[in-house]
């Protein structure tokens, strides 16, 4: 069975880092495509980075540019976000999703993907 948890989401000041992780089970990241996602109740869900590790691909949303990095552990088959200096805007639920697609510059339409995570909630604050 498919299954992708995110973790790591809390409540933390702005400017500080949080590192958001998203573990597969029932597949191999090796494969797929990863990609962050983060939505607001009542706003459109919004494409925060990508991660292809078979041809080497990242994206960023230009928000988060030099402010997020997206990475992955093959040995643990988790993908992470690490967020540094957190801002009030980036408050959301956060998502991962995978796709057996090689997506490029389709990575910000979230229809894309095949599996989605429950979520884990960031909220910055102070």
């Known amino acids: 069975q498919v299954q992708l948890v995110e973790s790591g989401g809390g409540l933390v000041q702005p400017g500080n880092s949080l590192r958001l992780s998203c573990a597969a089970s029932?597949?191999?990241?090796?494969?797929?495509?990863i990609g962050w996602f983060r939505q607001v109740p009542g706003k459109e869900r919004e494409a925060v980075s990508y991660?292809?590790?078979?041809?080497?691909?990242?994206y960023y949303a230009d928000s988060v540019k030099g402010r997020f990095t997206i990475s992955r552990d093959s040995a643990k088959n988790t993908v992470y976000l690490q967020m540094n200096n957190l801002k009030p805007e980036d408050t959301a639920i956060y998502y991962c999703?995978?796709?057996?697609?090689?997506?490029?510059?389709?990575?910000?339409?979230?229809?894309?993907?095949?599996?989605w995570g429950q979520g884990t909630q960031v909220t910055v604050s102070s």
């Open positions: 029932g597949f191999s990241f090796d494969y797929y495509a």
């Open positions: 991660i292809d590790s078979r041809d080497g691909d990242t």
């Open positions: 999703a995978a796709t057996l697609s090689r997506l490029l510059r389709l990575w910000v339409f979230w229809n894309e993907y095949d599996y």
